[in-house]
């Protein structure tokens, strides 16, 4: 089965460009997270849709950054505009919630951003 | 912030060894999960605990749960090659699916 697919895998890009990751979740799961990793800060939590719905957006560091989940199949993170401190490895992963708890989540390769 | 924090922040031992790592975390849980990240991937999931066990194997691994010093250690049995990577523990505080908070890992390397 298919995993967790995000493109591209590497973005290099200019300082004030408009960033557009994508993520295709494992089919039927039900929740999609994003993540961020850097160095300094080690992995954190930007977003998480349950359903497609936003439930919480708290670790979206500014308004520069957007996510939306349009279907159970795709969703995408957006940076506009891109800055130098947004370089970092985006993750995205999904999970089958449902009426359950306690499932595990399933990690994309990630999206390595660095923004020039 | 950081809910997780693993110990040690790296180690070394040599290939058939045992490897223990430890994850404290601050306040309570559902669940604690490990998740190892081999260099340029995705983290895999390896082991959930609930907060209501204390113990659980999954072939070489041996994860403890100790709510009341809020702390967990993963043993890895009869290391190999293979198991060199980084290593994260991540709580999830919800009732039901809920983002993860990650320590900060322990990268492991197994010598040969």
């Known amino acids: 089965d298919a995993g967790v697919i995000q493109s591209p895998r590497h973005e290099v890009t200019e300082m004030g460009q408009e960033v557009t990751l994508r993520c295709k979740p494992i089919?039927?799961?039900?929740?999609l997270f994003w993540y961020r990793q850097t160095m300094m800060r080690g992995l954190e939590l930007l977003i998480y849709?349950?359903?497609?719905?936003?439930?919480?957006d708290s670790g979206m560091p500014e308004d520069r950054f957007s996510a939306k989940m349009p279907n159970a199949s795709f969703s995408t993170l957006k940076i506009q505009p891109s800055e130098p401190r947004d370089s970092a490895v985006y993750f995205c992963?999904?999970?089958?919630?449902?009426?359950?708890?306690?499932?595990?989540?399933?990690f994309g390769d990630g999206t390595r951003l660095s923004i020039l | 912030s950081q809910q997780g924090e693993e110990d040690p922040q790296a180690l070394s031992i040599q290939e058939g060894e045992n490897a223990t790592m430890n994850c404290s975390y601050k306040?309570?849980?559902?669940?604690l999960q490990w998740y190892r990240q081999n260099s340029g991937r995705g983290l895999v999931h390896l082991i959930l605990?609930?907060?209501?066990?204390r113990e659980k194997h999954s072939g070489r691994l041996r994860v403890t749960l100790d709510t009341s010093k809020k702390s967990s250690s993963l043993l890895i049995t009869a290391s190999r090659a293979a198991d060199t990577a980084s290593y994260f523990c991540?709580?999830?505080?919800?009732?039901?699916?809920?983002?993860?908070?990650f320590g900060k890992g322990t990268h492991l390397i197994i010598q040969p």
């Open positions: 306040t309570s849980i559902n669940n």
């Open positions: 992963a999904s999970s089958n919630g449902g009426e359950l708890s306690n499932q595990p989540q399933h």
């Open positions: 991540a709580t999830e505080t919800g009732g039901g699916a809920d983002g993860l908070t």
């Open positions: 605990i609930r907060s209501n066990e």
């Open positions: 849709f349950n359903n497609n719905v936003p439930i919480d």
């Open positions: 089919s039927g799961h039900d929740y």
